[in-house]
């Protein structure tokens, strides 16, 4: 198996996917482990990660938040027929709809909705117009007919709901699960800077201020204040489905690529969901899809039904990984150094590291070798995208959780008790079980320290450049 994929793997866990002996067969072809908030229970999740952390501690797993939502509370099924009429009511629990033409929805300001607004059901599989307001109840046409199963997300493509942000429910939650080894978030719904704000605040009061914050672009908000977006958060999740009703179909692919681009330009992992069709048969299209965006540099895919629900899991997490591989060798980057973001604060380091990158261009580089405390060369680094893997050690385990998101970055967690200044004696064994046979003594190794706080690590910033024979 090839130890490094510059593109990483994200996979959901469910039932089709959590038992230990198929999650062993693919563990080390996925990165990261994928948890989502809204499915199943807590007893649950809490096997999901004994599982993962039991057949590899070193995987990184990512919560997926539930976030404000507002779902259907009818308690049977309800077949919506073309264009046919139905009636929205508020109801806080599930009900029994005296008639079959009553849709309960739990969200209390309807009064709010305009006569034009669409509100979409379940992923966009059914859509309503909104005909008439009458304050409590809405009048609304079937525009896309399906039929409408139990707890159903409800969304609006023309409204704003009015939503807290944070609940004391998400607040509890997020606590119950950073406590149980999380330290990565997806948070959906995000709208602004504003509510990531919200969130760090209330992650640094509760003392877990290590958390990376992913902000998952799902509104046209979003879209709308991304540069502020991606600037405060630690990277993005970018879902094709939902930027299909975000953005007109011309332009989804120049919004996908600035988003990319943005990312990358200030140092943040870019994340793109994948849906693939359960029946890999009919993916070509997909496919198509997924090996343009590896040329853009997107850093992590996404699988999300192909892991949940699917029957054959292993497929998918195969396929996609031996995709990524086949497409390593197509992307490459020549970036300048104003294409991306730094700061007065860390001129020097930030100037250290794009020269580390562009070193890498010019000499026939086989790895970049960095030790990091605070993950900060090795994120950097991967941003510019080299056409090298990045090594790199950590004693910081939210540091090398982190480090799972990131393009091409292979890390070592290394002991507590050992000095920096020692570690070259290990650096050679590693590259050669990494490399194995491919390695020569005279292939050249790069090695780049670069330190945001110099006097507390006792470091400088500085790189080296060695053959292989001579470290």
Not at 159 to 178: H, N
Request: charged content about 25%; some cysteine.
């Amino acid at each position: 198996m090839n130890q490094f994929h510059n593109a990483k793997i994200i996979a959901t866990m469910w039932p089709a996917i959590d038992k230990e002996t198929v999650l062993s067969k693919v563990i080390n072809n996925i990165d990261v482990f994928r948890i989502n908030l809204s499915h199943g229970d807590e007893e649950v999740k809490r096997k999901y990660i004994d599982t993962i952390l039991k057949l590899d501690s070193s995987k990184t797993i990512m919560l997926d938040t539930k976030w404000p939502e507002i779902r259907t509370r009818n308690k049977d099924e309800v077949l919506c027929k073309k264009w046919s009429i139905f009636m929205l009511h508020y109801a806080e629990f599930f009900k029994h709809a005296d008639e079959e033409n009553i849709i309960y929805i739990d969200y209390p300001n309807m009064y709010r909705i305009e006569t034009g607004a669409v509100i979409s059901i379940d992923n966009d599989n059914v859509k309503l117009q909104v005909i008439e307001n009458n304050e409590w109840v809405l009048s609304t046409k079937v525009i896309v007919w399906w039929i409408i199963l139990i707890n159903r997300g409800v969304e609006f493509e023309n409204y704003i709901p009015k939503l807290p942000f944070l609940s004391e429910k998400d607040k509890k939650q997020i606590l119950r699960w950073v406590d149980n080894k999380i330290n990565v978030i997806a948070i959906s719904y995000i709208r602004d800077a504003e509510n990531l704000y919200t969130i760090r605040k209330f992650l640094d009061q509760n003392w877990w201020a290590a958390v990376k914050i992913i902000a998952k672009l799902e509104t046209k908000e979003a879209l709308e204040n991304i540069q502020d977006i991606i600037e405060i958060s630690d990277g993005v999740i970018i879902n094709r489905e939902k930027l299909k009703v975000l953005v007109d179909n011309t332009d989804i692919e120049d919004v996908k690529t600035n988003i990319i681009n943005m990312s990358n330009r200030y140092w943040k992992p870019s994340i793109i969901t994948t849906w693939l069709d359960i029946k890999w048969s009919s993916n070509k299209k997909t496919l198509w899809l997924l090996t343009k965006e590896m040329q853009l540099w997107a850093d992590a895919f996404m699988l999300t039904k192909e892991t949940a629900v699917a029957d054959e899991p292993l497929d998918f997490v195969i396929d996609l990984y031996e995709l990524i591989n086949a497409e390593s060798s197509k992307c490459t980057t020549n970036y300048l150094l104003n294409d991306v973001s730094t700061s007065e604060e860390n001129e020097i380091t930030d100037y250290i590291i794009y020269n580390a990158y562009r070193t890498s261009k010019e000499k026939d580089i086989k790895a970049i070798i960095c030790p990091t405390q605070t993950w900060y060369t090795p994120a950097r680094l991967s941003a510019l995208k080299p056409d090298v893997p990045v090594i790199s050690f950590t004693k910081n385990d939210e540091a090398y959780r982190y480090l799972n998101l990131l393009w091409w970055v292979k890390w070592y967690k290394i002991s507590n008790t050992f000095e920096y200044s020692n570690i070259k004696q290990i650096w050679k064994e590693i590259i050669r079980i990494l490399f194995k046979w491919s390695i020569s003594l005279d292939d050249k190794i790069l090695i780049v320290h670069s330190s945001i706080d110099p006097q507390n690590l006792g470091m400088i910033n500085w790189m080296e450049l060695y053959k292989f024979k001579d470290i």
